[in-house]
């Protein structure tokens, strides 16, 4: 078997640390991309609507996101029955673009390795059947 | 305080339901992005340096790829010690890509609610602050 070519390690290459652990969860991304389209903000019952999540799962995940301050709720008292407004914060929003360049960095990583796989593969020692259809 | 607008409410649209729980986790995109760009095998020694993982975190999460079938280890017995390779299944190879798709939809939404932001927001009531700046 050839060896790997050592040249093509770089420590940490595949690391991904900017995939903050707070945001990098399904729910949360919903949550936050539901805020990015709408500055003006969205009512609790409709993002539970818009992320498709209970009422217990989304106020936990706001729960999180408001105490590291990337969410602001507001409850507003007008005509009606009260309501929860639910808005990203300027440094939620900050942070969320950081992330989505990480998100980015995964997405290219693997799309480049894709495109490039079939012809790579012919290259290499692909007698066992193991490697990708 | 204006309404939000309901048609813009779908129900699930931005529940991702596309982001497979089983590989979205920040080590587990490192491990599938590296076994995606080397189609012939990832040793597991270089494979934790490439992803910056323990030992013990890198097997954990092996284990969980291995036991869905996504990912298929051997052991090697050449000259020198044992070396134990990794690859990407045909299966895991496909789940990973449909896994991406559905990141990359993810960063679209997000990207042109971010582009779009500004624009929105002079729209809404933004007279509290708590819109991005």
Do not use: W
């Amino acid at each position: 078997m050839s060896r790997p070519k050592k040249s093509r390690t770089e420590t940490g290459r595949f690391a991904y640390e900017g995939l903050d652990r707070l945001l990098h969860e399904k729910a949360r991304l919903g949550i936050l991309t539901s805020l990015i389209t709408r500055p003006e903000g969205v009512a609790f019952i409709e993002l539970r609507a818009l992320c498709d999540l209970t009422d217990g799962n989304l106020a936990r995940h706001l729960e999180a996101l408001e105490g590291a301050g990337l969410v602001v709720s507001e409850k507003s008292q007008g005509e009606g029955r009260p309501k929860t407004m639910l808005r990203l914060s300027a440094p939620g929003r900050k942070r969320f673009l950081e992330y989505l360049e990480e998100l980015e960095r995964v997405v290219r990583d693997a799309r480049a390795a894709a495109a490039a796989g079939p012809k790579r593969r012919a290259l290499g020692d692909d007698s066992r059947g193991l490697a990708p259809a």
